[in-house]
């Protein structure tokens, strides 16, 4: 699935508006939520769960289409909208409140309903804007009680069930169920760090996951510049390490969230206007020994340079009492959150997280890609 312009551009009002009579709670409702599942995939569960309502029927009772002739597709290959009052109708229907439905679907908040109001009206896009369908867990799905397949709305192509060590990816071809991992617990640790990670810095956490997940998807498609332990880590996944684009995530994975954590160091200082040139070389000094203990060329510092260069020492404000306090010891409360700063916006950190990064390489998009000497450095040019 491509990320696309959200629902809340559609400005246009059903052809036939009807009176709608009052919603009414399903024989069985209070389903167990699986977090972060789409909407589709919600809908389908909780229409198998009364009698497996057809999709075509069940929809109708949520709110008419939004395009002339529009029906509800499969789950697996897409994802449906509400806009407000359809998402009323769906919360009583559902024995739920709005939040909880909000909370647990990410299609269903609200920078991603329908910018429709008015009647209940629901749109079934051809593209899944801002987001992946990515497979549920199976062993997670049990335990929800379901024998469906139940699809996440993720802003990636994959995801990691940490509580059963297993990668989860939006493949659909027979034999891409997912992959166990316990074989590479360092997989695990470095999701639960990065978890972590976000909580603790919010927004900017994220921002500077994204940044890094960038970094090191180009340090991928470069061959010269790939770390040993990535190919150790695809012969531990043995035929599944063949395809070597849907593992390319999970073999880098611990590195992109550790690079994470160096950015987010720099950031934050940069960010409370500390960040002397003295102390952004010892920065640097030491993202080149994480390279060399990774096993990893040196030349791939030019690409942490360029990210620093997108992310430049922001003036020191001249120094008084209160702002020596302010950069020494931060507010009370957001001592730990890392704001969003230019070049990131706070728009952007609803896109998908290729879209997300300041930085323009996206994995597998530079598979023929190699690197010339260039006059003071490295330089990243395509071959013809």
Request: proline residues 8%; contains cysteine.
């Amino acid at each position: 699935m491509t990320a696309a312009r959200t629902p809340r551009s559609r400005t246009t009002r059903p052809r036939r508006a009807k009176a709608w009579r009052p919603a009414q709670r399903l024989g069985r409702s209070q389903m167990p939520f699986i977090g972060g599942e789409s909407t589709g995939s919600y809908l389908r569960r909780l229409a198998n769960l009364n009698g497996g309502i057809p999709d075509e029927e069940f929809w109708l009772m949520i709110g008419s289409p939004l395009r002339s002739g529009g029906m509800p597709s499969d789950p697996r290959y897409g994802d449906g909208y509400l806009n407000p009052a359809a998402l009323e109708r769906l919360a009583v229907m559902a024995g739920r409140n709005v939040d909880e439905l909000q909370r647990a679907l990410p299609n269903l908040r609200s920078h991603r309903l329908l910018g429709v109001d008015g009647p209940p009206v629901w749109d079934w896009p051809w593209d899944t804007p801002g987001c992946f369908l990515v497979r549920v867990c199976e062993l997670c799905a049990g335990i929800k009680g379901t024998s469906l397949d139940a699809y996440l709305a993720s802003d990636a192509t994959w995801q990691v069930c940490a509580r059963h060590g297993r990668w989860l990816d939006n493949r659909r071809e027979p034999g891409t169920a997912a992959l166990p991992l316990a074989a590479l617990p360092e997989v695990i640790t470095a999701h639960q760090l990065r978890l972590q990670l976000e909580r603790r810095l919010g927004a900017g956490g994220r921002a500077m996951f994204a940044d890094a997940y960038a970094i090191v998807s180009c340090w991928w498609n470069v061959p010269a510049l790939n770390a040993p332990v990535w190919q150790a880590r695809r012969r531990v996944l043995g035929r599944a390490g063949l395809d070597e684009l849907r593992v390319a995530p999970l073999v880098f994975y611990p590195e992109a969230v550790f690079l994470t954590r160096m950015l987010a160091a720099r950031e934050r200082r940069r960010l409370r206007r500390t960040l002397t040139q003295g102390e952004d070389d010892a920065w640097l000094e030491r993202v080149a020994l994480l390279l060399e203990e990774w096993g990893a060329p040196a030349e791939g510092l030019d690409l942490v340079l360029i990210w620093a260069a997108h992310h430049p020492p922001l003036p020191q404000p001249r120094r008084t009492r209160q702002t020596r306090a302010a950069t020494e010891r931060p507010a009370r409360g957001h001592h730990r959150r890392l704001p969003v700063h230019a070049p990131h916006t706070q728009q952007t950190l609803e896109t998908t997280l290729d879209e997300r990064s300041c930085l323009p390489w996206k994995l597998g998009q530079m598979i023929t890609t190699e690197l010339r000497p260039a006059p003071g450095g490295w330089s990243l040019r395509g071959r013809a």
